[in-house]
């Protein structure tokens, strides 16, 4: 950890992530992307190249991966089909072959025994967040969930951040948000919100310590302890 504790001393609330942060979800895109592609009679793609266009939305990651082969037009007049066919095939495999990360359980039992408000912003439909948070046993954690689609901008927009923020009555320097990628460290620091990296997730294939964030946290658990010692007054009685 490499954030000092001072700058967590106002946290009220935590914004936690959903793919490469809560759950390993990659091997769910590389099944559903490639059952789509074949429907496409496109040759499968590796989860390397899948995870690269993890965490900007559906939208994008189902054009980044006929981005592969085609050209902008042929993206745009192959896209519908795609879409159609990636949705129906992720419904089907949504959470089967996914993961938790290792601290997180733990992590946001920790952060709800110290009063800390949850919520969960992800670009993923919310038809496929809910489901999956429902699954993990990580719903009932959480006070707020939005989707990739239930609002009108998704993050890097700073958007759904600022929702939470109204939500819980809170200004944006008493939430802070916990991500994989720049695309979470981006909203929140256009919100005006803490930000917290953790480096294990996909961060679209680029080096997470090059993010601009206020620290890298190994673990939810790790973020818990983090928020722990900087509000020593903040302990709930159990
Ligand atoms: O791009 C997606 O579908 C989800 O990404 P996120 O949960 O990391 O926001
Ligand atoms: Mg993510």
Redesign the pocket.
């Known amino acids: 950890m490499n954030a000092p504790a001072s700058l967590f001393a106002d946290i009220r609330a935590v914004i936690i992530?959903?793919?490469?942060?809560m759950l390993h979800t990659a091997p769910d895109f590389l099944v559903a992307i490639n059952a789509m592609r074949a429907e496409l009679q496109l040759a499968p793609v590796g989860v390397d190249v899948i995870t690269r266009f993890?965490?900007?939305?559906?939208e994008?990651?189902v054009r980044s991966v006929l981005g592969v082969d085609y050209t902008h037009d042929q993206v745009a007049e192959r896209y519908p089909q795609a879409l159609e066919a990636y949705m129906r095939h992720y419904t089907v495999i949504n959470g089967r072959h996914s993961t938790v990360y290792p601290g997180v359980a733990e992590g946001v039992r920790q952060m709800q025994e110290q009063g800390l408000r949850l919520a969960c912003v992800?670009?993923?439909p919310i038809a496929f967040a809910l489901p999956l948070l429902e699954t993990t046993g990580l719903l009932p954690a959480f006070e707020v969930v939005y989707g990739?689609d239930s609002l009108p901008r998704k993050?890097p927009d700073p958007m759904p951040l600022l929702q939470v923020c109204a939500d819980f009555s809170l200004a944006p320097h008493q939430v802070v948000a916990i991500?994989?990628?720049s695309?979470?460290a981006q909203a929140a620091r256009a919100a005006g919100c803490r930000v917290l990296n953790v480096p294990y997730g996909y961060n679209h294939g680029q080096p997470i310590h090059d993010v601009d964030s206020d620290g890298i946290v190994d673990t939810l658990l790790d973020a818990a302890r983090l928020l722990s010692a900087a509000n020593p007054n903040q302990h709930v009685s159990q």
């Open positions: 992530d959903l793919d490469g942060t993890v965490g900007k939305g559906t994008n990651l992800t670009n993923k990739g993050k991500g994989d990628s695309n979470d």
